[in-house]
């Protein structure tokens, strides 16, 4: 191997790639928020609600679970302005990767609510509860618990391959500003290699803290990769 | 006038009925045990009185007042007069004990929590278990879940307390742990409908035995007369089979 790694100049605009990792972190948290918010109201829809309504939670699952999410942001970027709507390159992601985490979590909390033994469920009917405080006091508890590992790996997803559509659409989340300041003076390998530490340090600062999250609210033993 | 009057009560599982017309009354104060084989219905009248299985005709009247279950909103009165403890605990497993003692009074009912807070540890102390408040349930036995059960129902202040099988999914030695609890009830004066296989238990503390089969109440009187000198075929037959083990 002949190239010559110079990490000089990637350690001169270290300070940008930080910048681009902090807008990584937070269109994760948000779009991952959002997309719960989504999920846990779809998810109850296709829980309780008439067939009409469970159907079309069906086609919007089943459309976005099949189709890559860079398409679904492309349909953001390209289609809304024919038809009159302008949003920034942030807007776009940010909205397309949360209706794209909605539907996953839409599945996840599905499979949450099916798991919440019946017996549970009469026993909060016959004290008086209503639907509505069964969902927040029985079912969201009881999800919030046995899914929540699959909820701690869906959200490392969301922050590291969902984000990083960004750089296919202007945005300068952390691979988006590797791939700006990689095109000024072609250290393209230096710089991704500096990227794939900073994500790294990401997602483990993230696991750690969903780990202790888990263990604290939940009572999770979850493992640390 | 009775307690707890039950008319000719009927319910369906689906399409199939398995109560045809199930008729039982106790005053205040007063312990109906309802007993019978396996699948006579005896878990389903305690579920049908509390809404879970519907009823298709038959009157409730608990203090002279028609209990109403034609909807959801509407049997939430049949809910506040009765509490019930199902034979599998089914409590609140991401709960601590305290919790599920404490959520529907203050949650539901919106009683003042410092108050529901203190009534809880006296109940938890009325059947043995102060020291576990902040236990979860599966750090428990079978019997002191079950008596966190009988706990969380008492919180809600009931008029009546259905009990099903409280002791039958616990190990011999857990029984009696229960059963006390449910005697202390018993001394305070709670009007309760229990189901059960103890029929040594029944005999103590039972006013009324009620003999069910087939969905239908075969026979009903005192202890004395159900146990001593039961007057149908089916029910000499249950009891005899019963109570020689
Ligand atoms: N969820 C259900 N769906 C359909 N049928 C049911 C259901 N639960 C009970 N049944 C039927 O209703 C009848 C009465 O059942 P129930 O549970 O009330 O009997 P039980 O007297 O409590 O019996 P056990 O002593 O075994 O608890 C039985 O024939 C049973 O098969
Ligand atoms: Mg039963």
């Known amino acids: 191997m002949n190239y010559r790694f110079q990490f000089g100049v990637v350690w001169d605009n270290f300070g940008a790639l930080l910048e681009g990792a902090l807008l990584t972190f937070q269109l994760g948290v948000i779009a991952f928020g959002g997309g719960a918010l989504i999920g846990l109201v779809l998810a109850s829809l296709k829980t309780y609600g008439p067939w009409l309504v469970r159907f079309l939670v069906d086609c919007y699952v089943v459309f976005i679970t099949n189709t890559p999410a860079l398409i679904q942001i492309y349909f953001l970027y390209f289609g809304l302005p024919e038809v009159g709507v302008r949003w920034s390159n942030e807007a776009c992601l940010l909205i397309g990767l949360t209706l794209n985490a909605g539907a996953y979590l839409t599945l996840i909390l599905r499979a949450g609510f099916l798991s919440v033994r019946i017996t549970e469920l009469e026993a909060g009917q016959t004290m008086g509860m209503s639907l509505i405080q069964q969902v927040r006091y029985v079912i969201m508890p009881h999800i919030a618990k046995s899914i929540y590992p699959a909820l701690a790996n869906f959200f490392i997803v969301v922050l590291v391959m969902g984000t990083s559509i960004g750089a296919l659409i202007g945005v300068d989340e952390l691979t988006g500003q590797a791939i700006n300041l990689s095109t000024v003076n072609y250290r393209w390998l230096e710089y991704f290699t500096v990227v794939a530490g900073l994500y790294v340090v990401l997602t483990f600062i993230a696991s750690i803290g969903l780990a202790y999250l888990g263990r604290w609210t939940f009572r999770v033993k979850a493992k640390i990769f | ?245």
């Open chain 2, 1 to 245: 006038m009775p307690h707890l009057a039950v008319r000719d009560v009927r319910a369906k599982y689906g399409t199939l009925e398995v109560l045809h017309g199930i008729s039982l009354s106790i005053e205040a104060g007063e312990i109906a045990a309802l007993v019978g084989p396996s699948g006579s219905g005896k878990s389903t009248v305690l579920r049908a009185l509390m809404g879970l299985t519907p009823i298709t005709g038959g009157d409730v009247m608990i203090a002279g007042e028609r209990m109403d279950y034609s909807s959801a909103r509407a049997v939430r009165t049949a809910r506040d007069r009765m509490a019930i403890v199902f034979q599998q605990y089914n409590l609140f497993q991401n709960m601590t004990v305290m919790r599920n003692v404490t959520l529907a009074p203050t949650k539901i009912k919106g009683w003042s929590k410092a108050e529901v807070g203190a009534e809880a540890m006296r109940l938890l102390a009325l059947v043995g278990l102060s020291e576990k408040a902040d236990a979860y349930p599966d750090q428990l036995s079978g019997g002191q879940q079950q008596r966190v059960a009988l706990a969380r129902a008492l919180a809600l202040k009931p008029q009546i307390l259905l009990l099903d099988e409280v002791t039958s999914a616990l190990d011999p030695e857990l029984v009696n742990e229960v059963l006390d609890a449910v005697r202390k009830l018993a001394a305070e004066g709670m009007t309760m409908v229990i189901v059960s296989h103890e029929m040594g238990f029944v005999r103590e503390v039972a006013n009324k035995v009620v003999f069910m089969d087939g969905g239908e109440v075969i026979e009903s009187g005192s202890p004395e007369d159900l146990f001593n000198a039961p007057k149908t075929n089916r029910a000499r037959n249950f009891f005899s089979k019963i109570i020689r083990h």
